[in-house]
């Protein structure tokens, strides 16, 4: 456990807490992917920007064979849990993820006792027709949907990256995603800069690139999650209005879209060159976009 950091012009020093004793350790950089808790974040009085949303929904991995499509289903406002959302979807191994908003006034070990969890998952299943099903639980928890990023993942020497730069939405796998993609732009751009084949200009990327695409995230991801846990009546309201009408009126039914995240285009890096000669290409993807598959 890092229990204290110091940060000088070109090393950190970082001071380790273990079962045997305190140690410290010099690095010239420190990534620190510690998570939505960082402690180096903390350590470091660094403040998550953004928005944290009311709703709170408990998610959990049931081991079970069901005859059902590879996608996620979305349910609104079930006999079940009335006015209230659920997710399910398709993982390896026979599991299959369930996400189920809870009522205001539930408290998360409410939520997590057994029983509870036994009589909710039921209840979904049925309405899938399994009929007395057997399941095993792999793993639950209960989590509030945020949308927060730091305003810069470069301080001094200490890179942040993954749950500690930002904290996403669970809606489409942001989370886990974008922190795949902070690692592959950090990666290479990190090693170029320590082996001295590149300037502070392109570690600096990095922080531009990453902390814009988590913003535009942010951005998206607001959208879908006042749509799943509408945070007023009037968000409420017109999320009712849009899924009734979708099942009568043919033009209300685009405003739905299957994917809930993109490619993030790096149209403003400044890794893009600004003299260049764009103007000669009349198609194909501009500077900074994602290749076309």
């Not at 095993?136 to 509030?144: A, G, I, K, M, N």
């Not at 007023?232 to 685009?254: I, M």
Request: with cysteine; proline share 5%; aromatic share 8%.
């Amino acid at each position: 456990n890092v229990i204290d950091i110091e940060q000088g012009v070109d090393r950190a020093v970082l001071q380790v807490d273990t079962p045997g004793d305190v140690y410290s350790l010099e690095a010239d950089w420190v990534v620190a992917a510690d998570g939505a808790r960082s402690g180096l974040r903390s350590l470091l009085g660094l403040k998550l920007e953004g928005a944290s949303y009311e709703g709170r929904f408990v998610i959990a991995d049931i081991r079970i064979k069901l005859d059902l499509p590879t996608e996620r289903l979305a349910f609104f406002d079930p006999a079940w849990n009335p006015g209230n959302t659920v997710l399910m979807h398709r993982e390896p191994g026979d599991i299959w993820r369930i996400d189920y908003q809870l009522p205001a006034d539930e408290t998360p070990e409410q939520a997590l006792h057994p029983d509870s969890l036994r009589e909710r998952i039921n209840a979904q299943l049925a309405m899938l027709d399994v009929e007395n099903p057997v399941w095993e639980l792999d793993w639950s928890s209960v989590y509030s949907a945020r949308a927060l990023t730091l305003p810069q993942y470069i301080n001094d020497r200490v890179i942040f990256a993954g749950d500690a730069a930002h904290l996403l939405p669970i809606f489409g796998v942001r989370g886990a995603n974008t922190g795949f993609q902070d690692c592959h732009d950090l990666g290479w751009k990190l090693a170029l800069h320590i082996k001295g084949l590149a300037g502070a200009g392109l570690l600096a990327s990095y922080s531009d690139e990453r902390v814009k695409a988590a913003r535009e995230i942010i951005e998206e991801a607001g959208k879908s999650t006042r749509f799943m846990a509408p945070p007023s009546r009037g968000y409420r309201l017109l999320r009712d209005a849009v899924l009734s009408l979708s099942l009568t009126r043919e033009f209300v039914r685009p405003l739905y879209h299957w994917r809930t995240s993109r490619a993030h285009d790096y149209a403003d890096s400044r890794l893009n060159a600004v003299d260049d000669d764009n103007l000669l290409f009349t198609g194909g993807p501009r500077n900074g976009a994602p290749l076309l598959n």
